[in-house]
Protein backbone atom coordinates (compact mmCIF):
# COMPACT_ATOMS: atom_id res chain seq x y z
CA UNK A 1 0.00 0.00 0.00
CA UNK A 2 3.00 2.52 1.33
CA UNK A 3 3.95 2.10 -2.72
CA UNK A 4 0.99 2.49 -4.48
CA UNK A 5 0.52 5.98 -2.30
CA UNK A 6 4.72 6.71 -3.21
CA UNK A 7 4.09 5.92 -6.64
CA UNK A 8 0.78 8.23 -6.83
CA UNK A 9 2.55 11.34 -5.02
CA UNK A 10 5.52 10.94 -7.59
CA UNK A 11 2.78 10.80 -10.52
CA UNK A 12 1.17 14.19 -9.30
CA UNK A 13 3.82 16.04 -8.44
CA UNK A 14 5.25 14.70 -11.68
CA UNK A 15 2.12 16.27 -13.84
CA UNK A 16 2.06 19.12 -11.18
CA UNK A 17 5.66 20.32 -12.22
CA UNK A 18 6.05 19.33 -15.46
CA UNK A 19 2.45 20.32 -17.44
CA UNK A 20 -0.08 23.57 -16.87
CA UNK A 21 -2.41 21.68 -15.33
CA UNK A 22 -4.33 23.46 -13.46
CA UNK A 23 -2.10 26.68 -14.21
CA UNK A 24 -3.56 29.89 -15.89
CA UNK A 25 -1.16 32.97 -16.68
CA UNK A 26 -2.72 36.03 -16.79
CA UNK A 27 -1.26 37.89 -19.87
CA UNK A 28 -2.55 41.68 -18.85
CA UNK A 29 0.10 43.59 -17.87
CA UNK A 30 0.93 46.78 -16.88
CA UNK A 31 4.44 49.44 -17.11
CA UNK A 32 4.49 52.46 -15.08
CA UNK A 33 5.20 55.97 -17.12
CA UNK A 34 8.29 57.17 -14.76
CA UNK A 35 9.69 53.80 -13.35
CA UNK A 36 12.83 53.97 -11.05
CA UNK A 37 15.75 51.85 -12.69
CA UNK A 38 18.32 50.16 -11.08
CA UNK A 39 20.71 52.49 -13.10
CA UNK A 40 21.42 54.27 -16.24
CA UNK A 41 22.47 50.81 -17.71
CA UNK A 42 19.31 48.80 -17.09
CA UNK A 43 17.16 51.56 -18.73
CA UNK A 44 15.42 50.90 -22.16
CA UNK A 45 16.59 52.63 -25.11
CA UNK A 46 16.16 53.55 -28.05
CA UNK A 47 18.79 55.05 -30.49
CA UNK A 48 17.83 56.49 -33.44
CA UNK A 49 20.45 57.72 -36.57
CA UNK A 50 17.38 58.34 -39.28
CA UNK A 51 17.50 55.10 -40.85
CA UNK A 52 15.05 53.09 -41.57
CA UNK A 53 17.03 49.55 -40.61
CA UNK A 54 16.41 48.50 -36.94
CA UNK A 55 17.95 45.96 -34.52
CA UNK A 56 15.88 45.09 -31.43
CA UNK A 57 17.31 43.54 -28.62
CA UNK A 58 15.77 41.26 -26.30
CA UNK A 59 17.39 41.03 -22.45
CA UNK A 60 16.96 37.61 -20.62
CA UNK A 61 16.11 36.36 -17.26
CA UNK A 62 16.73 38.59 -14.59
CA UNK A 63 18.63 40.63 -17.16
CA UNK A 64 18.52 43.95 -18.56
CA UNK A 65 19.36 46.07 -21.63
CA UNK A 66 22.66 47.09 -20.22
CA UNK A 67 24.39 43.89 -22.02
CA UNK A 68 23.37 45.33 -24.98
CA UNK A 69 24.44 49.19 -24.14
CA UNK A 70 28.00 48.47 -26.16
CA UNK A 71 26.71 46.60 -29.28
CA UNK A 72 24.41 49.15 -30.02
CA UNK A 73 26.23 52.11 -29.88
CA UNK A 74 28.49 49.89 -32.37
CA UNK A 75 25.90 49.54 -34.68
CA UNK A 76 24.54 52.79 -34.49
CA UNK A 77 27.98 54.04 -35.52
CA UNK A 78 27.30 52.31 -38.99
CA UNK A 79 23.52 53.74 -39.29
CA UNK A 80 21.46 51.50 -37.85
CA UNK A 81 18.53 52.41 -35.58
CA UNK A 82 19.11 50.01 -32.23
CA UNK A 83 16.42 49.63 -29.34
CA UNK A 84 16.15 47.64 -26.20
CA UNK A 85 12.80 47.23 -24.22
CA UNK A 86 12.48 46.69 -20.54
CA UNK A 87 10.33 43.89 -19.92
CA UNK A 88 7.27 43.84 -17.24
CA UNK A 89 9.28 43.39 -13.58
CA UNK A 90 13.06 43.64 -14.84
CA UNK A 91 15.37 46.51 -14.33
CA UNK A 92 13.64 48.22 -11.88
CA UNK A 93 13.70 46.05 -8.04
CA UNK A 94 13.74 42.51 -7.63
CA UNK A 95 10.44 42.69 -5.81
CA UNK A 96 8.96 43.45 -9.08
CA UNK A 97 9.42 40.90 -10.62
CA UNK A 98 7.19 38.49 -8.04
CA UNK A 99 3.92 39.86 -9.43
CA UNK A 100 5.21 39.03 -12.83
CA UNK A 101 4.97 35.55 -15.51
CA UNK A 102 6.03 34.88 -18.95
CA UNK A 103 3.17 35.76 -20.61
CA UNK A 104 3.28 39.31 -19.52
CA UNK A 105 6.75 39.66 -21.08
CA UNK A 106 6.01 37.91 -24.39
CA UNK A 107 2.67 40.22 -24.70
CA UNK A 108 4.88 42.96 -24.18
CA UNK A 109 7.53 42.38 -26.35
CA UNK A 110 5.09 41.56 -29.01
CA UNK A 111 3.33 44.83 -28.62
CA UNK A 112 6.30 46.84 -28.79
CA UNK A 113 7.61 44.75 -31.83
CA UNK A 114 4.37 45.50 -33.64
CA UNK A 115 4.87 49.25 -32.91
CA UNK A 116 8.19 48.90 -34.31
CA UNK A 117 8.02 46.85 -37.18
CA UNK A 118 5.36 49.53 -38.64
CA UNK A 119 8.17 51.97 -38.02
CA UNK A 120 10.86 50.50 -39.90
CA UNK A 121 11.51 48.92 -43.10
CA UNK A 122 13.56 46.11 -42.06
CA UNK A 123 13.67 44.96 -38.40
CA UNK A 124 16.39 42.37 -36.53
CA UNK A 125 15.91 40.45 -33.85
CA UNK A 126 18.56 39.66 -31.28
CA UNK A 127 17.83 37.80 -28.24
CA UNK A 128 20.03 37.01 -25.26
CA UNK A 129 19.32 33.67 -23.15
CA UNK A 130 15.77 33.87 -22.03
CA UNK A 131 15.74 37.04 -24.69
CA UNK A 132 17.07 34.71 -27.14
CA UNK A 133 13.98 32.06 -25.88
CA UNK A 134 10.75 35.21 -26.54
CA UNK A 135 12.90 35.67 -30.13
CA UNK A 136 12.22 32.35 -30.84
CA UNK A 137 8.60 33.04 -29.93
CA UNK A 138 8.19 35.77 -31.78
CA UNK A 139 9.35 34.18 -34.74
CA UNK A 140 6.51 31.63 -34.49
CA UNK A 141 4.12 33.93 -34.49
CA UNK A 142 5.31 36.01 -36.92
CA UNK A 143 6.89 33.87 -39.79
CA UNK A 144 4.97 33.99 -43.31
CA UNK A 145 3.65 37.18 -42.23
CA UNK A 146 3.45 40.97 -43.08
CA UNK A 147 5.05 41.28 -39.79
CA UNK A 148 7.44 38.95 -39.95
CA UNK A 149 11.04 39.83 -38.19
CA UNK A 150 13.65 39.89 -41.41
CA UNK A 151 16.13 37.78 -39.22
CA UNK A 152 16.84 36.76 -36.03
CA UNK A 153 20.09 36.08 -34.07
CA UNK A 154 19.49 33.76 -30.70
CA UNK A 155 22.43 34.04 -28.22
CA UNK A 156 22.52 31.26 -25.34
CA UNK A 157 18.24 30.37 -25.97
CA UNK A 158 16.93 28.18 -24.05
CA UNK A 159 13.88 25.86 -25.26
CA UNK A 160 14.84 23.42 -22.28
CA UNK A 161 16.96 23.18 -19.27
CA UNK A 162 16.61 19.77 -18.33
CA UNK A 163 16.25 16.83 -20.53
CA UNK A 164 17.01 13.86 -19.53
CA UNK A 165 15.34 11.24 -21.80
CA UNK A 166 17.05 12.27 -24.93
CA UNK A 167 20.02 14.57 -23.92
CA UNK A 168 20.94 12.95 -20.72
CA UNK A 169 20.85 16.22 -19.74
CA UNK A 170 19.77 17.15 -15.69
CA UNK A 171 21.05 20.95 -15.64
CA UNK A 172 19.56 21.60 -12.30
CA UNK A 173 17.39 18.66 -10.56
CA UNK A 174 15.39 21.71 -8.57
CA UNK A 175 13.90 22.45 -12.16
CA UNK A 176 11.27 19.28 -11.76
CA UNK A 177 9.92 20.41 -8.55
CA UNK A 178 10.07 23.99 -9.34
CA UNK A 179 6.15 24.39 -8.97
CA UNK A 180 5.82 22.95 -5.98
CA UNK A 181 9.01 24.83 -4.01
CA UNK A 182 6.91 28.10 -5.33
CA UNK A 183 4.32 27.67 -3.17
CA UNK A 184 6.64 27.73 -0.36
CA UNK A 185 9.21 30.22 -1.36
CA UNK A 186 8.78 33.37 -3.76
CA UNK A 187 12.63 34.12 -3.73
CA UNK A 188 15.90 33.45 -2.14
CA UNK A 189 19.15 35.62 -1.99
CA UNK A 190 17.66 37.91 -4.08
CA UNK A 191 19.94 41.09 -4.59
CA UNK A 192 19.38 44.09 -7.42
CA UNK A 193 23.30 43.76 -9.14
CA UNK A 194 24.02 47.63 -9.61
CA UNK A 195 27.87 47.34 -9.83
CA UNK A 196 30.71 45.27 -10.84
CA UNK A 197 31.40 43.37 -8.06
CA UNK A 198 34.12 41.34 -7.25
CA UNK A 199 33.69 39.14 -10.19
CA UNK A 200 34.77 41.24 -12.98
CA UNK A 201 36.32 39.13 -15.15
CA UNK A 202 36.42 39.49 -18.83
CA UNK A 203 33.99 42.14 -18.78
CA UNK A 204 31.54 40.22 -16.82
CA UNK A 205 30.90 43.21 -14.87
CA UNK A 206 28.63 45.37 -17.53
CA UNK A 207 25.62 42.82 -16.24
CA UNK A 208 23.09 44.65 -14.29
CA UNK A 209 19.75 42.59 -13.12
CA UNK A 210 18.71 40.70 -10.62
CA UNK A 211 20.49 38.00 -8.73
CA UNK A 212 19.11 34.88 -6.82
CA UNK A 213 15.93 32.27 -7.22
CA UNK A 214 12.77 33.02 -8.54
CA UNK A 215 10.38 29.80 -7.94
CA UNK A 216 7.35 30.93 -9.60
CA UNK A 217 8.41 33.24 -12.24
CA UNK A 218 11.08 30.18 -13.20
CA UNK A 219 8.16 27.54 -13.57
CA UNK A 220 6.58 29.87 -15.57
CA UNK A 221 9.24 30.27 -17.49
CA UNK A 222 9.36 26.54 -17.93
CA UNK A 223 5.89 26.48 -19.29
CA UNK A 224 6.39 29.18 -21.76
CA UNK A 225 9.69 26.72 -23.01
CA UNK A 226 7.89 23.95 -23.35
CA UNK A 227 5.46 25.76 -26.13
CA UNK A 228 8.01 27.38 -27.92
CA UNK A 229 10.02 23.93 -28.19
CA UNK A 230 7.13 22.79 -29.26
CA UNK A 231 6.24 25.16 -32.18
CA UNK A 232 10.10 26.03 -33.39
CA UNK A 233 9.24 24.82 -36.82
CA UNK A 234 6.64 27.47 -37.58
CA UNK A 235 10.27 29.38 -37.95
CA UNK A 236 11.09 29.91 -41.80
CA UNK A 237 12.38 33.83 -41.89
CA UNK A 238 16.87 33.76 -41.61
CA UNK A 239 18.06 32.69 -38.29
CA UNK A 240 21.47 32.82 -36.82
CA UNK A 241 22.25 30.81 -33.71
CA UNK A 242 25.07 31.52 -31.27
CA UNK A 243 26.34 29.34 -28.18
CA UNK A 244 29.44 28.98 -26.39
CA UNK A 245 30.71 25.54 -26.08
CA UNK A 246 30.90 25.82 -21.90
CA UNK A 247 27.81 27.73 -21.08
CA UNK A 248 27.02 27.25 -17.76
CA UNK A 249 23.66 28.88 -17.62
CA UNK A 250 21.87 27.17 -20.68
CA UNK A 251 22.74 23.62 -21.45
CA UNK A 252 24.75 24.01 -25.23
CA UNK A 253 23.05 21.47 -27.07
CA UNK A 254 19.85 24.00 -27.07
CA UNK A 255 22.24 25.37 -30.06
CA UNK A 256 21.89 22.14 -32.37
CA UNK A 257 18.14 21.05 -31.07
CA UNK A 258 17.26 24.41 -32.28
CA UNK A 259 18.82 24.38 -35.39
CA UNK A 260 17.54 20.73 -36.06
CA UNK A 261 13.93 21.77 -35.42
CA UNK A 262 13.29 25.22 -37.17
CA UNK A 263 12.80 25.30 -40.79
CA UNK A 264 14.73 28.57 -41.61
CA UNK A 265 15.56 29.66 -44.89
CA UNK A 266 18.77 30.77 -44.05
CA UNK A 267 20.00 29.18 -41.17
CA UNK A 268 23.84 29.70 -39.33
CA UNK A 269 24.93 28.49 -36.35
CA UNK A 270 28.41 30.22 -34.40
CA UNK A 271 29.53 28.33 -31.62
CA UNK A 272 32.20 30.07 -29.31
CA UNK A 273 34.73 28.39 -27.27
CA UNK A 274 35.59 31.24 -24.55
CA UNK A 275 37.83 28.74 -22.85
CA UNK A 276 39.05 28.66 -18.92
CA UNK A 277 38.07 31.90 -18.14
CA UNK A 278 35.57 31.87 -14.57
CA UNK A 279 32.46 33.33 -15.31
CA UNK A 280 29.02 31.60 -16.91
CA UNK A 281 30.41 31.80 -20.58
CA UNK A 282 26.79 33.00 -21.21
CA UNK A 283 26.23 36.73 -22.54
CA UNK A 284 28.59 36.72 -25.00
CA UNK A 285 27.80 40.69 -26.03
CA UNK A 286 29.58 41.68 -22.70
CA UNK A 287 32.61 39.49 -22.70
CA UNK A 288 36.02 40.91 -23.50
CA UNK A 289 36.96 37.74 -25.22
CA UNK A 290 33.68 37.44 -27.22
CA UNK A 291 31.47 40.44 -27.93
CA UNK A 292 33.97 41.78 -30.98
CA UNK A 293 34.06 38.02 -32.73
CA UNK A 294 30.04 38.05 -31.89
CA UNK A 295 29.15 41.22 -32.84
CA UNK A 296 31.50 41.05 -36.48
CA UNK A 297 28.82 37.89 -37.25
CA UNK A 298 25.83 39.50 -36.18
CA UNK A 299 27.05 42.59 -38.29
CA UNK A 300 27.46 39.95 -41.24
CA UNK A 301 24.42 38.15 -40.96
CA UNK A 302 21.80 40.91 -41.02
CA UNK A 303 23.83 43.41 -43.84
CA UNK A 304 23.74 40.23 -45.83
CA UNK A 305 19.72 39.97 -45.91
CA UNK A 306 19.41 44.40 -46.62
CA UNK A 307 19.04 45.42 -49.78
Known sequence: MIWILISGAIIILALLNGTPILYRENPAYSVLEKREYLCEESAPFH?????????????????????????????????????????????????????????????????????????????????????????????EEYSGTSLAPDGIVTIAAPVFVNKIFFYGIVKNPAYYLVRTIGWFIKSRQAQNITSPGKNDIDGRGRWRGYSGVFPVQTYSLKIGLKEINRDLKKITIPHLIVHDRKDRTVPFLNCFHIAKKVNSSNLELMVTNIGKINHEHHSLLIYDSTRKIVLDRIREFISGTVS
Not at 56 to 84: I, M, N, Q
Not at 106 to 133: C, P, Q
Request: with cysteine.
Open 47 to 139: VTTGSDNLVLFVHGFPSTPAVYRWAAEELSKEGWDCAAPLLPGFGTDWHDLLSTNFSQWYAYLSDYYREMRNSYRKVFIVGTSMGGSLTLKLA
